[in-house]
């Protein structure tokens, strides 16, 4: 009898999320058995509970496979038995796969963004970018572009936590950089250095704060700037839409979304690495609508 795969996503709030829709979609159309469901985790006083039985449920072989989303990257560390070099560099982890009887976090966030980021825009080998945030996601996208030779300027509205993501990649040739000055001031500050790319790694601009952006409506982006945003629901935030009425490249963050989920997938499965274009191709063509 073939394998029926339980998966899912835990995180707070999920509603708006795409991944089951591209994960159903790969089931079906590479005719796996299986499910792909929703466990909201709510963010109040007992989520440390909630996080740990549905560990628990991934321990007892119940669930095969779980993706992490905001805001358990980090806080997910302490409950799993091991990661890989990736999750242990980035300090996150976005998705988690049993192995030899134990459970693992990887990071597909780094690759995922890379690979879409060098899609979109054929990246260059390096340049200065701008990461807007200090959390999960943004831990990846300065680990990835670091990791390339980039100089990465670092900015969020809590400065302790954008110091502290930079102590810990401080061993990251260039070393990243933080900016002392909050969130708010980053366009007044940054807009006359010389940027390749800003990326947005905050929520801003996604429900329940799609009317905001992080860059500030009176200030111009930096000219000849790459303007990635990691949200992609709405498909154009107001971070977006500054840099279009700018005539800027951007794209939003569908792309590294499925790049993840594709990747996660295989792990999921272990499914030979020559699907991974399959399963892209049946992603995108569902995330185009
Ligand atoms: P996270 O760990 O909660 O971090 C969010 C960061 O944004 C933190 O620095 C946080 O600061 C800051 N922030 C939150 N609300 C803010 C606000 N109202 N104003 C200014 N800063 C604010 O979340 P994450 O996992 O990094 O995710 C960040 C965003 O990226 C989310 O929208 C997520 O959906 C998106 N994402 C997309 C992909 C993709 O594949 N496209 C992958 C990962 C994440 P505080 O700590 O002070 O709250």
Known sequence: MNQY??????????????????????????????????????????????????????????????NVTIPYKQAVLPFIDHHTPTAHNVGAVNVLFHADGQIVGDNTDVSG????????????????????????????????????????????????????????????????LVMRFPLADAARIMSAVDLDLVVNATPLGMYPFEHASPWTDVIPLPQDCL????????????????????????????????????????????LPDLELPNIIQVMKAVGSF
């Not at 990635?228 to 498909?235: I, K, M, T």
């Not at 979304?257 to 997938?265: E, S, T, V, Y």
């Open 113 to 176: 963004f890379l690979k879409d980021l060098d899609s979109q825009f054929s990246l260059p080998g390096h340049g200065k970018a701008l990461v807007l945030g200090a959390g999960g996601a943004a831990r990846a996208v300065v680990y990835a572009l670091a990791s390339l030779g980039w100089q990465v300027h670092l900015t969020a509205r809590r400065l302790e936590q954008a110091q502290h993501l930079v102590q810990e990649f401080r061993h990251l040739v260039p070393p990243p």
């Open 227 to 270: 303007i990635y945003d990691l949200v992609y629901n709405p498909s154009e935030t107001q971070f977006l839409r500054q840099a279009r009425k700018q005539g800027l490249q951007y794209a939003n963050g569908l792309g590294m979304l499925i790049q993840q989920a594709a990747l996660a997938f295989l792990l999921w499965t272990n």
């Open 5 to 66: 795969y339980r998966f899912g996503l835990i995180g707070w709030p999920l509603e708006h999320s795409f991944s089951p829709t591209l994960h159903r979609a790969v089931l079906k159309a590479l005719e796996v058995d299986g499910e792909y469901e929703l466990y909201p985790i709510p963010f109040l006083s007992n989520w440390k509970k909630g996080l740990k039985e549905i560990i628990q449920r991934l321990d007892r072989c119940e669930l095969d496979g779980l």
